[in-house]
């Protein structure tokens, strides 16, 4: 994944962790975990959680990173515990923008768990909604 892919996976879970207001400290580290993970730095994360940029071009991703972005999505949905109405409508909002259905939301909402990861589980999800090209 390119640094730009990336920064744009990370300004998508910036703005839906801080839609109640607060980044707390799991997501943050979720966040730069997931960062960390793909290369960028502590000093470009924190730049990213300074100053996410607005506009994304979900074009440029490909099928594998926009199925990952909907994953992180969700599980930094249900990382801190607290599930507000605003994170399901910016999910589900997310998921159209990625090309993939309301319903994909729901069956990765009943995987994902703050703490496990359900590998087997998740790549039948990812399997279903494979898109045909």
């Known amino acids: 994944m390119s640094k730009q ?3 744009s996976q990370i300004s998508i879970l910036i703005h839906l962790a801080s839609m109640d207001g607060d980044i707390d400290d799991t997501e943050k580290e979720l966040i730069s975990r997931i960062g960390m993970a793909h290369g960028l730095s502590e000093e470009e994360l924190q730049e ?3 100053h996410p940029p607005e506009k994304i071009d979900f074009s440029k991703l490909s099928e594998d990173e ?3 972005t909907l994953y992180n999505l969700v599980h930094l949905m249900k ?3 607290k599930i507000f109405d605003e994170e399901i409508s910016y999910c589900m909002n997310m998921a159209k923008k990625l090309g993939y259905p ?3 939301v729901m069956d990765l ?9 359900l590998k087997s589980e998740i ?3 990812k399997r279903k909604y494979h898109k045909k090209g």
């Open 109 to 117: 909402y009943s995987q994902v768990h703050a703490n496990v990861k």
């Open 66 to 68: 926009s199925f990952d």
């Open 123 to 125: 790549q039948k999800i």
């Open 5 to 7: 892919k990336d920064k």
């Open 48 to 50: 990213y959680f300074d």
């Open 102 to 104: 309301l319903e994909a």
């Open 79 to 81: 990382v801190d515990g």
